[in-house]
């Protein structure tokens, strides 16, 4: 992946740094004058990984057609701590938790959320650690000082694998506005509901919304309208 702009000094060595959360720009290049990083390394972390199926009843058999629609992206699941009671003069841990948090808000030029990498120990430039987009973060503040200032926190994070389209020229798109697309023998309604809703349940949208009758007879050529979500 490119840079834009050089690592610090011994950023990529075998030595073990400070996990650290690095945004990427537009463009996807890593920011790293911008990077954060987390006071406390993790004690563990998760990497998730599932298939996503739908199935449709057929007329006259026992059990339903089964599909495999896409793969899930990974996941990676950790807990960050902070501590500013001890260790930074009882400072307000929001300043470091809303670092985190302030990742999760959309994008200016696209209506998607910050790419960013999270890295831990010895990474290799072409290989970051892991690429994604924070899904969840929830914190939970655990001390305070006398005037309520919250100096010791939890941090449960989230975040969910991103790749970069083959083509670099397409614009990234979401499911909260209206499309319109030309069906192929290999469509079903319920592998366009999993890649536009990612959720294969709600193919009844699209039926509803295009005045579908049976899913199974998907006429190939035709366009349909693929509303956005509310």
Not at 20 to 38: F, M, W
Not at 130 to 152: L, N
Not at 182 to 190: E, K, V, Y
């Amino acid at each position: 992946m490119p840079t834009s702009s050089a690592p610090p000094p011994d950023f990529y060595s075998g030595k073990l740094q400070k996990a650290q959360i690095l945004k990427h720009d537009k463009n996807g290049e890593i920011i790293y004058k911008e990077s954060i990083e987390v006071l406390f390394n993790p004690q563990q972390y998760t990497i998730d990984k599932t298939n996503k199926f739908a199935s449709a009843p057929v007329l006259r058999r026992q059990s339903p057609i089964i599909q495999s629609t896409r793969g899930e992206s990974e996941t990676l699941s950790l807990e960050l701590f902070f501590d500013t009671y001890t260790y930074y003069s009882s400072q307000d841990v929001r300043d470091y938790t809303i670092q985190i948090t302030n990742l999760l808000n959309m994008g200016e030029e696209m209506n998607a959320p910050q790419i960013c990498t999270f890295v831990w120990g010895k990474a290799d430039i072409n290989k970051p650690y892991f690429t994604g987009v924070i899904e969840k973060a929830t914190t939970t503040y655990t001390m305070f000082i006398a005037d309520g200032t919250p100096v010791r926190a939890k941090m449960n994070l989230t975040l969910r694998e991103y790749q970069a389209p083959e083509n670099k020229n397409a614009e990234i798109s979401s499911a909260d506005k209206t499309k319109r697309k030309t069906i192929t023998s290999r469509d079903s309604l319920w592998m366009i509901a999993a890649k536009e809703y990612k959720d294969p349940a709600k193919w009844r949208i699209l039926a509803d919304a295009n005045m579908i009758n049976n899913p199974l007879d998907l006429e190939a050529g035709i366009e349909i309208t693929i509303p956005k979500l509310e």
